[in-house]
């Protein structure tokens, strides 16, 4: 099993030109920007932060990784398209939340015609056997020494990691990302020794928020931050812990309550000097 690592797609272009020196560019805010950083901490409080970190869109783009894994598990399956177009693909990974929703792009008799309509759907017996492929597919995939170079990391993680090794007790990831990519991508990239919870524990619990309350990090004393490049998965945590970050540089379309690479790492990085100064 060879991983195409010769594809290069804008999509890949625009992750990889972005350097450390877009964050810092990033930093010299607008009046509004400023009021935003001023704004998300209480600065007159010792606060004991607890951050979840979304994975995909947020920490990494690894829609190309996704984009090999169903070609990979399509190719020679009577029942799926192969040959799917990165740019078709991207389009669609816009509008979804969980693996499963790819048999909507790639079965040949259920192609949606409008996916704008995706979250619409209810996963039936197809969807989840299709969940179970793809799942397996990367599995297999994994095992390649070079799997890793698949996941481009976005300049928020380098930023972002000193901090995630030094205080990672502060930090936790939840993703709908099955676990063992996630810990092989952080050990890879020098940033494990995180907690990880992942499409395993959503599926025994029902939902992101659901893991969160089923550990009682939203009943805890901790002050917390979830960020996420998905408004549909951060809705739920509104009111529910005391900060919510829209990551724009992601998948999801940003708005103008969504935060920067750069205003992100100083909310973040300020929480982190509140506790121990």
Not at 97 to 103: N, P
């Amino acid at each position: 099993m060879n991983i195409n690592h010769n594809v290069t797609t804008k999509h890949q272009l625009d992750s990889k030109t972005e350097d450390l020196g877009l964050v810092q560019q990033d930093q010299t805010q607008t009046n509004e920007q400023h009021r935003k950083l001023r704004c998300a901490l209480p600065q007159d409080l010792n606060i004991k932060p607890l951050i979840l970190l979304d994975f995909d869109g947020v920490l990494f783009n690894s829609a190309y990784e996704a984009y090999q894994v169903c070609e990979y598990m399509a190719k020679g399956d009577a029942h799926y398209r192969s040959g799917v177009s990165i740019d078709e693909f991207m389009d669609f990974r816009r509008q979804l939340t969980d693996a499963w929703q790819f048999c909507r792009l790639y079965q040949k008799d259920r192609v949606l015609s409008d996916i704008t309509q995706l979250h619409r759907i209810k996963a039936d017996q197809d969807d989840w056997h299709f969940s179970e492929l793809f799942f397996a597919a990367r599995a297999e995939m994994i095992k390649d020494n070079e799997w890793p170079k698949l996941m481009s990391p976005y300049p928020f993680f380098y930023q972002l990691r000193p901090l995630l090794t030094r205080h990672a007790d502060h930090f936790k990831i939840l993703s709908t990302r099955n676990k063992a990519s996630i810990q092989r991508t952080l050990e890879f990239f020098e940033a494990d020794g995180i907690e990880i919870y992942g499409q395993e524990d959503i599926r025994t619990h029902g939902s992101k928020l659901a893991v969160a309350q089923h550990n009682h990090w939203l009943q805890s004393d901790d002050y917390v931050i979830y960020i996420d490049d998905m408004t549909s998965h951060l809705r739920p945590f509104e009111a529910e812990v005391d900060l919510c970050l829209h990551a724009n540089w992601g998948y999801d379309q940003a708005h103008h309550n969504s935060h920067t690479q750069g205003e992100a790492f100083q909310i973040i990085s300020s929480a982190i000097a509140l506790a121990y100064r």
